[in-house]
C-alpha cells in the first residue's frame, strides 16, 4: 500500500513569493509614487502658506513685500520666483536635488535659502495621515507583486 500526498497549487505559491520578493528587493516604483505625494503634500503647504498640518507661517516684513511687487514677483511666502517651491514640487525642477532609491526617497534642493527658510518657516511637513498614505502606498505595491497572476 502507498499513501501519496501532494501540496495543492505550491507552484502559485511559490510565483507569488518570488514576484514579492522582487517587490521587496526593489520598491522604486512604489518609492516614485511616495515622491509624487510628497511632492503634494508639499505643495499644499505652499499653497496653505504653512497652515496645513498646523500654525501659519510667520509674516513677511513690509520691506520684503514692497520689493516683491517692485520686481513684479509673487507676493505669497515663499513664492517670489516659484523657484524654491517648484524644487520641492515639480520632478525634474530645476534647483531640485532628487534620488528615488529601491527603498528610500531623498528630496533637497541647491538653493542656499532653501534650509534657512524651512528653518523659519518650514515647508516639508508631513501630518500622520501623510505618512500613513505613504506607507499605503508601499503596502499596495507589495501586495499587488503578491497577487500578480504567474507568468505562462
Known amino acids: 500500500m502507498r499513501y501519496y500526498i ?31 505625494l510628497m511632492m503634494e503634500y508639499i505643495r499644499r503647504t505652499f499653497e496653505s502658506q504653512g497652515r496645513r498640518g498646523g500654525g501659519s507661517w510667520a509674516q513677511i516684513t513690509d520691506e520684503w513685500l514692497t520689493r516683491k511687487a517692485e520686481k513684479g514677483w509673487d507676493l ?12 520641492f514640487t515639480k520632478m525634474g525642477a530645476a534647483h531640485q536635488i532628487l534620488d528615488i532609491g ?26 500622520k495621515n501623510d505618512r500613513v498614505r505613504m506607507a499605503e502606498v508601499v503596502t499596495k505595491y507589495l501586495a499587488e507583486a503578491w497577487y500578480m497572476e504567474p507568468s505562462p
Not at 505669497?76 to 524644487?87: D, S, W
Not at 529601491?102 to 501630518?127: C, N
Open 76 to 87: 505669497r511666502i515663499g513664492y517670489a520666483r516659484h523657484t524654491l517651491v517648484e524644487a
Open 102 to 127: 529601491p527603498h528610500e526617497v531623498s528630496l533637497e534642493s541647491d538653493l542656499p535659502y532653501a534650509a534657512t527658510q524651512q528653518y523659519h518657516r518650514p515647508f516639508i511637513k508631513f501630518t
Open 6 to 36: 501532494r501540496t495543492h497549487n505550491l507552484e502559485k505559491a511559490i510565483a507569488r513569493y518570488e514576484h514579492l520578493v522582487d517587490a521587496l528587493v526593489d520598491a522604486e516604483p512604489a518609492m516614485t509614487d511616495v515622491t509624487l
